[in-house]
């Protein structure tokens, strides 16, 4: 059976990862952000004795980079990421679906075709970096983004992905409710991480702080996102299907009226998540402006399993049409 190109990576990446982390003192993650650069610069970049250099370039000339698709490149690293998120013992250590990550490419073209201007987006959360490379890979028009990831290996694993896809996008090692200098953006695309924010008190420049002990980081995220995206722009989040209905609820449904319109709540699958505690929704927003408008009607749906694609078919034409109807996208 011949291999894929995707195959080809994936096995040279989890090689590479696993002799680095049985010969250094590194983690497989560690190991994999390692393999990924040497194959990015074209030389082993560690500093190693010379029989483990010779295995390292042996591996290394094996592998061509350019006949590999940027999509293939993504899905041999994510998969890479996924096996060692397996090892790893941090709970923040998870990643967007696939699936998930391909839907708000579809949804951001959706609402970026409509202009002919290059659009910058950001990532308030970017984890390894595999939900903002989606959207770059998937996307129909000129566009950079901006991330932030406040975990170091995370990051490293982020940065080596987006040079491994030649994309242009900027990381920063950053807790992104801290102010951050960032340009206003034309999107803004999140995986919200969810729990409460330790420092009480950056939270306390925020609207959506709490009265009493700590803030939620989901609910400080999202103003902080609205405040970086420019008037008109538009704001994707994936939240947890409990948020509108904790304690704090009521006071984040109104800062989030007042601010933009809510274009919608589309639920992923039940069958993505092991219990309905973890289930997931993709929250779609409009930043007020003078051209825009509250919709008629709100995009509210429960999407069908991906797997069932007559169904995603059917769903999907329900949504262009509410694009076309409420947006005239």
């Keep these: 059976m011949n291999s894929t190109k995707m195959e080809e990576l994936y096995t040279y990446l989890d090689d590479v990862a696993l002799y680095l982390e049985t010969n250094g003192e590194v983690t497989y993650l560690e190991g994999l952000a390692e393999a990924g650069e040497n194959l990015f610069r074209g030389e082993v970049c560690q500093s190693v004795n010379p029989e483990q250099k010779k295995w390292l370039l042996d591996k290394l000339s ?4 350019e006949s590999v698709s940027k999509e293939d490149v993504r899905k041999a690293y994510q998969l890479a990421v996924l096996k060692g ?3 790893a013992v941090q709970p923040h250590h998870s990643m967007t679906p696939d699936a998930v990550c391909l839907f708000l490419s579809y949804l951001v073209n959706k609402v970026l075709n409509k202009s002919e201007e290059p659009a910058v987006l950001l990532d308030l959360a970017a984890g390894s970096g595999n939900l903002v490379n989606a959207i770059l ?5 000129s566009l950079s983004a901006g991330a932030f990831e406040v975990d170091e ?3 490293k694993l982020a940065f080596v992905s987006a040079n ?4 242009e996008l900027q990381l920063f090692h950053q807790d992104s409710i801290e102010p951050i200098a960032f340009q206003e953006v034309d999107l803004v695309v999140t995986d919200l991480p969810v729990g409460y924010y330790p420092k009480d008190q950056i939270a306390q420049d925020y609207v959506l ?3 009493e002990g700590h803030s939620f980081i989901h609910h400080l995220m999202i103003e902080q996102a609205i405040n970086k995206t420019k ?3 538009f704001l994707f989040f994936l939240v947890p299907n409990f948020l509108f209905q904790s304690e704090q609820a009521k006071q984040l449904h109104e800062y989030v009226k007042g601010k933009a319109n809510i274009l919608g709540l589309l639920q992923l699958p039940k069958s993505m998540f092991q219990s309905d505690q973890f289930g997931k929704s993709i929250f779609m927003l409009q930043k007020k402006g003078e051209q825009t408008r509250q919709p008629k009607q709100a995009l509210l749906a429960e999407l069908p399993s991906f797997n069932k694609k007559d169904s995603l078919a059917d769903m999907m034409k329900q949504i262009n049409k509410w694009f076309q109807e409420e947006l005239s996208i």
């Excluded at 094996?62 to 980079?65: E, H, I, K, N, Q």
């Excluded at 491994?164 to 994309?167: A, D, T, V, W």
Aim: charged share 25%; glycine share 12%; net charge positive.
């Design 62 to 65: 094996s592998m061509d980079l």
């Design 153 to 155: 290996t995370l990051l």
């Design 209 to 211: 702080k709490a009265e």
């Design 164 to 167: 491994l896809q030649k994309h």
């Design 137 to 141: 890979n998937q996307s129909n028009k």
């Design 85 to 87: 998120m397996k090892g």
């Design 231 to 233: 008037a008109g722009g």
